[in-house]
């Protein structure tokens, strides 16, 4: 059985309030921040660099059950900069697409 990978699906959305030139999606470096440190605590895998895919950016998570995984996922999308709307796909790390699994809305967690 291959192990369980959970995609973060964040709707790029541009943040509000920014300047000409700043950049607009600082919640990217937000939540990889925010994942970085669960990994160096052991608590997550940061399972691969986040990816710009049609409308969201997505994060990939792994090393842990689903349980922990979308618990994480839950974090993610409560962080205060992170735009609303985003939801988590439970998959595998064998999958050969993303958004191949079952999607799980975020805000019932």
Known sequence: MAETLVEIHVPLVAASGLSDGDYQFPWIE????????L?????VEVYDD???????YIFFISGADEAALLAVA??????????????????????D???????VALASL
Do not use: H, N
């Open 97 to 103: 697409e993303y958004g191949q699994g079952r999607r």
């Open 50 to 56: 986040g990816e710009e895919w049609e409308d969201v």
């Open 74 to 95: 839950s974090r993610v999308a409560k962080l205060r900069s992170v735009p609303p709307g985003a939801f988590a796909v439970v998959t595998d790390v064998e999958a």
């Open 39 to 43: 990994e160096e605590r052991g608590e």
């Open 30 to 37: 937000d939540i990889e921040d925010f994942l970085v440190d």
